[in-house]
């Protein structure tokens, strides 16, 4: 194995080596829980889960941290807003992304700490960058704590930006910073604000910045310098930057590998709850099943940003079907018997796969190698070479396997009894030709024709909303 990945801070594609041989240490920042998780917030959630496997497959010990923010200014304003306490609001919300990732086949990381749980060792790192002149105490009384960004001439390496660029936003809080640049380390206490959002530091009262949370974190459970460090290509600045900034200055090496997956975009713009355009993973999950919602997202490359739209789900649906009928004819061929096959060098079997996944995980050349082996497959299946079928299946599971798909792996038997993943396609087909069928009743004014497809697929618990790029269907949720 020689894996290349592309580091987001040099800007170059290099040969990862781990900082220890054999073990690998990654970092990916997690959800902030104020609302459910939509499909832009799980693409990192599976793009990282990709990674950990390849690394597994070439023998490495892979240590997977993925952190909870769960105190954090956007939780308390909902919490205000709704009521609802804050630490409530975080658990519920919590609980519904590990059921999207679950929904997805993503295994669960090897630590998932909380910030609230790790308030000491942010204050400990606060404390040394006072120390070491790179952070100061608002001089205003407010509690305030700023990295002094002036301080690191550094700043801005790994985004890029220059230092005009990075002025601070009109609507942000500029109580007590020497400079708009400046980042909130500690917050002080405002009036109003919960007692429980509130711990002892120094320099009174307060709760951590965002920023400090992921760097106190990485360092307890990775240490001072660790292999790899990632998230959404929206956390490259300012929250990353700011993270690398203060590590570096506290002096902490850091992350050596800095990773980003682009942006699940509608309309060409970023899937966000700001704007409300957000796509639901359970909805996803139970139109499409988790193991085609988990191709869309795990196809194109990570880098690559993706485009959501119903075609392109009901795309991987049919291409998951397309890989489970071989695998079912295949299985058919060769019976109960366990397949042993023959002898040989089949080093090129998987050498195209290999080679892609190697390149920065190049999916889509992997999933073109897969499907190539799909075709070898079923081409054997019709000149009846058992072997040849045999060696085929084994290679397609290997490649689910690594992908996350393989629909015997342990992460899918909550779908198993359910309205199975593996129907998902041909339900969708089905579907989709009656609905082709109530198109054409409509448009020659069978207005009977066009409401009894209407009420077989209602009938069936399907619901079928009409919009301006053609009918849609849904399943009804008991």
Known sequence: ?????????????????????????????????????????????????????????????????????????????????????WWALGYRVEGQFHEAIRALGVRPPTYEPKATGHIPEMVELIAELIDAGHAYAADDGSGDVYFDVASWPAYGSLSGMRADEMASDEEADLRGKRDPRDFALWKGTKPGEPATASWPAPWGRGRPGWHIECSAMAGKYLGPEFDIHGGGLDLRFPHHENEMAQSQAAGRPFARVWMHNAWVTMAGEKMSKSLGNTADV???????????????????????????????????????????????????????????????????????????????????????????????????????????????????????????????????????????????????ALVGTMLEQRAAARANKDWAAADAIRDSLAAAGLTITDTKDGARWSRERG
């Open 1 to 85: 194995m020689s894996l290349h990945l592309y580091d987001t801070a040099t800007r170059t594609k290099t040969e990862f080596k781990p900082l220890v041989e054999g073990k690998v240490s990654i970092y990916a920042c997690g959800p902030t829980v104020q609302k459910p998780p939509h499909l832009g917030h799980v693409r990192k959630e599976v793009n990282f889960d990709v990674l950990r496997r390849w690394l597994e497959h070439a023998g490495h010990e892979v240590t997977f941290v993925a952190n909870i923010t769960d105190i954090d200014d956007k939780i308390l304003a909902l919490s205000a807003e709704t009521g609802e306490p």
């Open 282 to 428: 359970g909805d996803a999950v139970a139109q499409y099943g988790g193991r085609a919602v988990r191709l869309y997202l795990a196809g194109p490359h990570y880098r690559s940003a993706i485009e959501l739209s119903d075609a392109s789900l009901a795309e991987s649906a049919a291409q998951l079907e397309r890989i489970d009928s071989f695998l079912a004819r295949a299985g058919e061929v060769l019976g109960e018997v366990a397949f042993e096959g023959t002898t040989g060098d089949r080093r090129d079997a998987r050498a195209a796969f290999t080679a892609a996944m190697d390149d920065d995980l190049g999916t889509p050349a992997a999933l073109a190698a897969l499907f190539g082996r799909v075709k070898d497959g079923n081409q054997a299946i019709a000149s009846g070479d058992r072997d040849a079928v045999g060696w085929a299946a084994v290679d397609v599971t290997w490649m689910l396997g690594i992908l996350g798909l393989d629909p015997a792996a342990p992460e899918w038997a909550h779908t198993q009894g359910a309205a199975s993943d593996d129907l998902t396609g041909v339900v969708d």
